[in-house]
């Protein structure tokens, strides 16, 4: 059991309950990151907006959010997130068990075009290594047409798996599952 009270979607009331609510429009449950967001009403409102400005961000597709999410999930030790972006690229890609492993191992080996390739490497390396991104890495970026918002919304969706995965740890929330 979790270690800190959440709100799950029997028990969620007020702005959690209207985004719960939304979110089971599109989803069967409620992801248990979300979940544990749900301890902090304010910070909730601020990670269900944040959520909702990714679910139909203009240039980072679903896909690429989910190979973003599934590669820094893996390289950081966060199995709940591997396994639900796993079933993720499943769904919306139509990725085999073993297309998605060659892509944890390798990030060329992702189901994406080069533009979209472009960016789960950068992020891949930003999230495991910041310190070696250089001008250059950013200047490829926008060589493929990335726009500079474009590539700091990518990185922050990396980085905030970091703190989610580490805050999930915390609280024990992966014995909630």
Known sequence: MAIIKTQSAETASGKVREFYDEILKIMPAIPKPLQLSSASPNLF???????????????????????????????????????????????????????????????????????????????ARA????????????EALRGFGWSDSDIFDAASLGANMVAMGMLFNVFKMHEAC
């Open 127 to 138: 999230v495991s290594a910041p310190e070696e991104i250089e001008v250059r890495d950013i």
């Open 45 to 123: 409102a601020i990670s269900s907006q944040q959520m909702k400005y990714f679910m139909f961000h203009p240039n980072l597709g679903p896909l690429l959010q989910a190979y973003i999410r599934l590669l820094v999930a893996f390289n950081t030790d966060y199995p709940y997130c591997v396994d639900l972006n796993t079933n993720l690229l499943k769904l919306l890609g139509k990725l085999t068990d073993a297309q998605i492993a060659a892509a944890r191992k390798n990030p060329d080996e992702a189901q994406l075009g080069d533009k979209d390739k472009a960016m789960l490497k950068f992020v």
